[in-house]
């Protein structure tokens, strides 16, 4: 079992930044990627960003240019910039290898 705690969700102004961090706990070992979804009311959940235990990344079109991903060891943060209050959604952190996990997810509101 795979243990993941997110943290640095909160209220922002649009054009501003918020950095999400995400600590995997457990067996950790056999984890191959880390990431973050998102999921705005009423929609389904989508993937903002993950980043490979090799570094490789890869974003949605939507952050590209705005959001930077980041791993260290057991640990995935995500550095959002330039937010829209299309950003604004529950924010979950996932871990996957070889099972898919999650976690309980950090609200993430941006608006004026």
């Known amino acids: 079992q795979v243990r993941l705690v997110e943290s640095g969700g909160g209220l922002v102004q649009p054009g501003g930044s918020l950095r999400l961090s995400c600590a995997a706990s457990?067996?950790?070992?056999?984890?191959?990627?880390m990431g973050w979804y998102r999921q705005a009311p009423g929609k389904e959940r989508d993937l903002v960003a993950v980043i490979t235990s090799g570094g490789v990344t890869n974003y949605a079109d939507s952050v590209k240019g705005r959001f930077t991903i980041s791993r260290d060891k057991n640990t995935v943060a995500l550095q959002m910039s330039s937010l829209k209050p299309e950003d604004t959604a529950v924010y979950y952190c996932n871990a996957y290898g070889p099972a898919n996990y999650w976690g309980k997810g950090t609200l993430v509101t941006v608006s004026s």
């Open positions: 457990g067996f950790i070992s056999n984890i191959k990627t």
